[in-house]
Nanobody, 126 residues
């Protein structure tokens, strides 16, 4: 499975961006897809995940209420809509997918994801 992340860029604080994660797999709609980010000099951290079976979503506390994760199955793409961006959101954002039809609850650690996109840089200026 190949994942292609895009949509990053430079935005002022308070602005919005939408990241996209396009997959090569036809059955992409049966995978949990998450977004992680890594700021310079910091460890990678969980941002959000979309659950394929229940179509629910979970968010890190730092982005809750500002970010929304959703998918367009026809386009085999998962999006991360980021609103009210803050300078502390500056990071390289990665999308990642878990195993096919994974039904566990290990969402928050990157080691539980089988496939990763290449990352897209988001820079939020103050």
């Amino acid at each position: 499975v190949q994942l292609q992340a895009s949509g990053g860029g430079l935005v002022q604080a308070g602005g919005s961006l939408r990241l996209s994660c396009a997959a090569s797999e036809r059955a992409f709609d049966r995978r949990n897809v998450g977004w992680f980010r890594q700021a310079q000099g910091k460890e990678r951290e969980f941002v959000a995940i979309l659950i394929w079976r229940r179509r629910g979503a979970y968010y890190a506390d730092a982005v809750k209420g500002r970010f929304t994760i959703y998918r367009d199955n026809a386009k085999k793409t998962v999006y991360l809509q980021m609103n009210s961006l803050k300078p502390e959101d500056t990071a390289v954002y990665y999308c990642a997918a878990q195993g096919f039809m994974y039904d566990g609850k290990a969402y928050y650690t990157g080691t539980n994801y089988a496939y990763w996109g290449q990352g897209t840089l988001v820079t939020v200026s103050s």
